[in-house]
């Protein structure tokens, strides 16, 4: 897709773009479609050393390139010319600086230049080649001549060397032999710049065969900081896995090995087919299109496809919003089909090059049966009708990597075969009785589940076995909270649930591996995490479609009723663990049992555990933390406690509260405080302390109140490193009518923290006691006690002010959260059991929120008692349980008027 704008969506272009036409129409031919060389040349030769008449043809022709491209012409031939453009720029900035009278030099386009890809502003790169002896001093006049090129706005990069240094540098690296291989000679002596090439060519340096290595070794390197994925939310479209890169690095090899860089060179010597090179440059056009328009939206040297642009670019390259897809997730899902695609061509041509340079062409293969063989540790077909004559062998190759984990990969020949093949992939193959065997067999496997599914994902053939997941391939999610299109994340999930059941993998989430092996059928699981997201992009509840999905497939498959209802039930409820935890009040013994009431047994519930740790964990790693994995953890264990007790008879609130003093009391006897001190501290708390707060917080606060003398003190604070809540805890003790909550939460907000939970609890005495759960930026708790005395210091300098008025945040919105306004919503509703108002805010996340809550909240006389905070990305989604002054519920018009103020507040420009 490659129109035009449409009208009314100039804001997608910056002026300086929106005003190329008019800029660039003098330096277009008649019909507009390709720059008038032969006037650009004129004018050039006219400009002489004027550096303003030079600077004018170059950006009268950038701006034509601009329009063409705004009109729709292929990347392709705008690159071209744009490299065509800077060659005739260069050549008469050498001849108008005096470098020209130097006849023994070579000026030489190296790099990206020299292979002829020139975006708008891409650098410039140039070899300044001497002869091995020269008298002539050079340096005035290549100086003068890289000093026009800087006026110019060119990114020039340079080298000067002699043949000898050209030899020497590319033995030594690698990066400088794979730029001189790409060099083009822009002016000088063909003989000097022929022997350079000569002396830089394999096999004297890097032969073919350690060429090769080496430049996979370093591919791998560069795919491991993408995080061996290209669908990251703002991807790098030259580095990142299936990116520019990866084309680059086919052609490299293929220059080695066979002395041309060209494509077609790869069709006549069999390594690609017609149709995959017709791939190949689609794909390359694609990015290429996409950096053009990143190029001409920055005016900067811009790979990273950030979300400030993704929207623009949706909109220039003519995409529109759908029912269900947004134009930019449109655009996004066909960059990352296509660099599945490439990803797909590189793994095969690479896999190729090694047979033919690093690897045994006669040697003999390994029979595995009738339709497979293993040949130089790569698994093949053993004939090229395998697939034709028994299609169920696409799904049986998969299986065979399982089982023969000493194979190397899929032969790039086979992997071609299966691509051809996929078309049989149809209605009967999915109803076949051999091939539901097959893909259960696969799943459970006791090795290789991961990278088999990955391996399905990346040759096509899961989303042709399971048409519903072909439609989620490459679809993202427009938003900060999940980090990965809905495909990839759906396959960390069952990466997730796989570490659990490996026990070299058991120090990670050692409870989640306990279970994990206890499970009877864990091939369930799998199942629910293939299916949990399947449904998204369809309009309607993606939980309750996905779970017909999954019941229907199990089913077919031949599991039971059971198997298949249990599957689709986790499917259906995969996020009610999650919300339980981080929107309830798990401290109360009522949610609990309406949880296990829920839940019903403990088989569903282990299931429905591990898949939630594994979903969120694979939804966005900067999102999972200690505080998160504890809090689930909590739940899981009050929950299951509860039904070992039989949900007939849930534990009462006497009992939760004699255990939980009788537990604090054993830490405090251990820890040397005596009977009469906790008694004299545990008469100034109340009920409600004791069944909101774990043993071991309520034996730190005692130890802490014990020692405390409000008589030289007006407030008491302390921090410690709390294993319980999975993060760092503070402890405020404080006259209530402090309203402490705005006050803490602007001081640790400015000083960086994330505050995941934050709990107010009103006493008898006039005081309050609030517990904050916070965690440093990388999700972890802090460990640094520098850091819990800078916590100390600051709140205590808070309070001490004694305006009880909190310091404004200075941190700024972060640039991703700028991307995504939300509205602000206030819900509120009552808690008739407990007596008080749940008030559920939406809003969009930013410094100091929680502290602008907190003075709307102090300027209406509404006590916060309790306080669950979820970041989803962009959006903050808070619950808070509040009362009036009077502890009770507050009233419909009082409700009206918090809602109001709060709406108004948040919406103020931060």
Request: one cysteine or more; glycine letters at 8%; hydrophobic letters at 45%.
């Amino acid at each position: 897709m490659t129109t035009t704008p449409a009208a009314g969506e100039a804001d997608a272009l910056p002026p300086q773009l929106a005003a190329a036409a008019s800029l660039g129409a003098g330096f277009l031919a008649g019909n507009g479609s390709a720059l008038d060389w032969a006037r650009i040349g004129a004018m050039l030769a006219a400009a002489g050393d004027r550096v303003a008449g030079i600077r004018e043809v170059l950006q009268g022709a950038q701006a034509a390139l601009a329009s063409r491209f705004l009109a729709g012409e292929s990347a392709t031939a705008l690159v071209a010319d744009r490299t065509r453009l800077i060659d005739q720029v260069i050549r008469a900035a050498w001849a108008q600086t005096g470098a020209q009278p130097l006849p023994d030099i070579v000026l030489a386009a190296v790099g990206g230049y020299g292979r002829g890809e020139l975006h708008p502003c891409s650098d410039v790169d140039l070899l300044v080649l001497l002869p091995d002896h020269s008298a002539t001093d050079v340096r005035p006049p290549v100086a003068r001549f890289l000093a026009l090129l800087w006026d110019l706005g060119l990114e020039v990069g340079h080298g000067t060397r002699t043949v000898a240094d050209c030899r020497a540098e590319s033995i030594r690296d690698l990066s400088t032999a794979t730029t001189l291989m790409e060099a083009r000679r822009l002016l000088g002596p063909e003989e000097l710049f022929a022997r350079m090439v000569a002396a830089c060519a394999p096999p004297q340096v890097w032969p073919a065969d350690r060429f090769f290595a080496a430049k996979l070794k370093e591919q791998q390197a560069r795919h491991a900081r993408y995080d061996d994925t290209a669908y990251n939310l703002e991807p790098d479209i030259k580095g990142s896995p299936g990116g520019l890169r990866d084309i680059n690095m086919i052609l490299w090899v293929a220059c080695r090995h066979f002395g041309t860089g060209d494509p077609e060179a790869l069709v006549s010597r069999h390594f690609l087919t017609p149709g995959q090179l017709a791939l190949l440059r689609q794909g390359r056009e694609f990015l290429w299109r996409l950096r053009f328009a990143l190029h001409l939206l920055t005016g900067r040297k811009e790979d990273r496809l950030l979300f400030d642009h993704q929207a623009r670019i949706a909109r220039l390259f003519g995409y529109q919003d759908a029912t269900y897809m947004l134009a930019v997730e449109q655009l996004m899902q066909r960059y990352y089909r296509t660099v599945m695609e490439l990803s797909r061509l590189n793994e095969m041509l690479l896999q190729l090059f090694q047979e033919a340079i690093l690897l045994d062409p006669d040697a003999a293969p390994e029979p595995l049966n009738g339709r497979f063989q293993l040949k130089n540790g790569f698994l093949q077909v053993a004939h090229p009708q395998v697939f034709e004559r028994q299609p169920s062998a696409m799904l049986e190759l998969f299986l065979l990597l399982q089982q023969n984990p000493q194979a190397r990969g899929v032969s790039a020949t086979t992997v071609d075969l299966l691509q051809r093949s996929l078309h049989l992939i149809d209605d009967g193959f999915r109803q076949d009785p051999r091939n539901h065997r097959l893909f259960l067999q696969i799943l459970r496997a006791s090795e290789g589940v991961t990278h088999g599914l990955r391996r399905m994902n990346l040759y096509g053939v899961l989303g042709r076995y399971i048409p519903a997941f072909g439609r989620i391939v490459g679809r993202m999610q427009y938003d900060l909270f999940h980090a990965y299109t809905v495909d990839a994340h759906t396959l960390f999930v069952v990466s997730n649930l796989r570490r659990f059941a490996l026990a070299r993998h058991d120090h990670e989430f050692p409870r989640c591996s306990e279970i994990m092996r206890g499970l009877p059928t864990p091939e369930l699981i799998y199942l629910a995490g293939l299916f949990h997201d399947i449904a998204k992009g369809r309009g309607g509840d993606h939980s309750e479609l996905g779970a017909v999905d999954a019941e229907a497939f199990c089913l077919e498959h031949g599991m039971s009723r059971y198997e298949s209802r249990l599957v689709a039930w986790l499917v259906r409820h995969h996020l009610k663990l999650s919300m339980t935890a981080q929107r309830r009040d798990i401290t109360d013994p009522e949610i609990i049992s309406e949880f296990a009431a829920f839940v019903g047994d403990e088989t569903h519930l282990d299931y429905l555990y591990l898949l939630t740790v594994a979903d969120v964990r694979a939804t966005n790693p900067k999102l999972w933390n200690s505080w998160k994995a504890q809090l689930f953890e909590e739940l899981y264990l009050a929950t299951r406690h509860a039904l070992r007790r039989g949900l007939e008879t849930p534990i009462d609130k006497e009992e939760l509260l004699a255990g939980r003093q009788a537990a604090a009391r054993s830490l405090l006897a251990a820890a040397g405080v005596g009977q009469a001190d906790t008694d004299r501290v545990w008469a100034g708390l109340t009920e409600d302390y004791f069944l909101r707060c774990r043993p071991e917080t309520i034996a730190w606060h005692t130890r802490e109140l014990a020692s405390f003398d409000a008589a030289d003190q007006a407030v008491l604070v302390a921090v410690h490193e709390a294993s319980a809540s999975g993060g760092t805890e503070v402890f405020i003790y404080a006259v209530e009518e402090r309203h402490t909550f705005a006050l803490a939460t602007a001081v640790l907000d400015e000083l960086g923290f994330t505050i995941a939970d934050a709990r107010i609890i009103p006493l008898d005495n006039g005081h309050s006691i609030s517990t904050y759960v916070v965690l440093e930026q990388t999700g972890e708790r802090s460990t640094d006690l520098r850091r819990h005395a800078q916590i100390r210091r600051q709140l205590e300098r808070a309070f001490a002010r004694g305006d009880g008025r909190p310091a404004r945040v200075t941190r700024r919105i972060p640039r991703q959260v700028r991307m995504f306004p939300t509205p602000t919503l206030v819900h509120f509703s009552t808690d008739g059991r407990n007596q008080r108002t749940i008030m559920e805010l939406v809003a969009g996340d930013r410094p100091g929120l929680l502290s602008e809550v907190g003075k709307v909240l102090r300027s209406h006389d509404v006590l916060i008692h309790a306080a669950k905070i979820v970041t989803l990305g962009e959006r903050a989604e808070d619950i808070f349980f509040i009362t009036g002054h009077n502890g009770l519920p507050l009233g419909p018009a009082s409700c009206d008027r918090l809602q109001q103020a709060l709406v108004t507040a948040l919406q103020r420009p931060a």
